[in-house]
């Protein structure tokens, strides 16, 4: 077995995340749009953060494989991606988390006028770490052009990655209500459509090809 090969029990992991984090996210958005588990003033919910907060988890393994297959044709761009990939994601993931620690606050007597102090003037401390999280649907549109260009992928997966990654932001960073509504739900769709068919027609038949010649030429 080549010495770079991943592991057959971390591809099945991978697969797994490419397919249940982005269906994860569709959850998280649908949450939201059916009013499920809102927190006042009504443009969030602890339900759709418990959902984000796994889907943007698995994004993690995503991002960064998909950015290492980006730069075996394009290195530069490879290498930011790896970085915006993984501040994103990570950031991305402690905003969903956010959402569940503000209603569990509220829960203990943390009231609408202390949210809407913070909301209207949030500490700089927190959006020295916050800025980060546009990096997640940013990472999405560099994938998808560098795909594009390098036709790693199908034309209709590369349109599909950047099309989710400028719907996504239009909600979750400039909060306008009819993107709420319509692209967050569409983008994390996009995501689920594009990100599972890679996790099924692509992630792992490299290694298998790789493997089958390695075994073949020991036989030999």
Request: proline share 5%; charged share 10%.
């Amino acid at each position: 077995m080549p010495t770079n090969a991943i592991p057959s029990n971390q591809m099945n992991l991978l697969r797994f995340a490419f397919i249940a984090g982005p269906l994860l996210l569709v959850l998280s958005a649908l949450s939201f749009s059916l009013g499920i588990g809102l927190i006042p003033p009504g443009i969030t919910s602890y339900v759709e953060g418990i959902f984000g907060s796994y889907a943007i988890l698995l994004f993690v393994p995503v991002y960064l494989h998909l950015a290492g297959m980006l730069s075996q044709k394009n290195k530069t761009l490879g290498t930011i991606a790896t970085i915006t990939g993984l501040a994103g994601s990570v950031t991305g993931f402690s905003l969903e988390l956010f959402r569940v620690i503000e209603y569990a606050l509220r829960q203990h007597g943390a009231g609408d006028a202390v949210w809407q102090s913070f909301y209207a003037n949030p500490n700089g401390e927190f959006m020295l770490v916050a800025l980060m999280g546009p990096l997640f649907p940013i990472t999405s549109i560099l994938l998808g052009a560098g795909f594009w260009r390098a036709k790693t992928f199908p034309v209709w997966v590369s349109a599909g990655l950047i099309a989710a990654g400028i719907g996504f932001p239009l909600a979750q960073v400039l909060e306008l209500d009819w993107a709420l509504k319509v692209t967050y739900p569409m983008a994390c769709v996009l995501w689920f459509i594009t990100l599972s068919y890679i996790g099924v027609k692509h992630i792992g038949r490299n290694s298998a090809a790789a493997h089958s010649a390695e075994l073949a030429r020991l036989a030999g």
